[in-house]
């Protein structure tokens, strides 16, 4: 049972680059969401989905785009990499609302030069 | 919106002491609530959750934190700190309406000194 897969671990972008972030989960859940981690700063939402063709926004979502075509899958697309999103990338999905805790993927770590 | 409150930004005991770790929520209505430690290099991993049945909610590696109403906190506690405990936690909040998102506090790092 992998749980929330995400790939790559590392990336090194150069600003202007476009890249995806893979996040896959193989637990049959309805709810994924994409989380941006930084010194002091917690944990912020990106984008969200409550099921395959459904995403919305969350508190900072310029500068990247997320599509969910199927249950399993919800790559998050950045879409010209700037220095301001060098962070640490979360993905998590949850069953039904999340009352239930989300689980969370290892992370991805991007640093935009 | 719901929102939580991590008050300080880092905490430091010895090893063996009592651990509090407090949060504070902003809700009207008792929403749901969680504890999530992040070991370093490491994602986030559930330490326990609130979802309004017993007040009291015991997690994971001797941890547990009280649902209070009247003062709209979820403080986490454990009795014996251990090495093994250092680690950075998030409290987190969903409200109970259909649009809720998980939001979290801006997280505490727990240092424990031998």
């Known amino acids: 049972n992998a749980g929330v897969t995400q790939t790559p671990k590392f990336q090194v972008l150069k600003t202007g680059q476009s890249m995806t972030l893979q996040c896959a989960q193989d637990?049959?859940?309805?709810?994924m969401s994409w989380y941006r981690q930084d010194p002091g700063m917690g944990l912020r939402l990106i984008h969200y989905?409550?099921?395959?063709?459904?995403?919305d926004q969350g508190e900072v979502p310029n500068g990247y785009n997320v599509s969910r075509s199927t249950t399993e899958d919800f790559p998050l697309r950045l879409l010209s990499a700037a220095p301001s999103q060098t962070s640490v990338y979360f993905c998590?999905?949850?069953?039904?609302?999340?009352?239930?805790?989300?689980?969370f993927g290892s992370g991805t770590r991007l640093t935009v030069v | 919106a719901q929102s939580v409150t991590q008050l300080g930004s880092h905490v430091s005991v010895s090893e063996g002491a009592l651990v509090l770790l407090r949060c504070n929520y902003s809700?009207?209505?008792?929403?749901?609530l969680f504890w999530y430690v992040q070991y370093p290099n490491q994602g986030l991993q559930l330490l326990l959750k609130?979802?309004?049945?017993?007040?009291l909610v015991k997690g994971i590696n001797g941890f547990e934190a009280e649902f209070k109403k009247s003062e709209t906190s979820f403080h986490l506690t454990k009795p014996s700190a251990h090495m093994s405990d250092a680690a950075e936690y998030f409290c987190?909040?969903?409200?109970?309406?259909?649009?809720?998102?998980?939001?979290f506090g801006k997280g505490i790092t727990l240092s424990v000194r031998p």
């Open positions: 998590a999905s949850s069953y039904s609302r999340g009352s239930y805790g989300y689980t």
């Open positions: 637990m049959n859940h309805e709810y």
């Open positions: 989905s409550v099921g395959a063709g459904i995403t």
């Open positions: 809700s009207s209505v008792p929403p749901y």
């Open positions: 609130y979802t309004s049945a017993a007040t």
């Open positions: 987190a909040v969903i409200g109970t309406g259909a649009n809720s998102k998980l939001t």
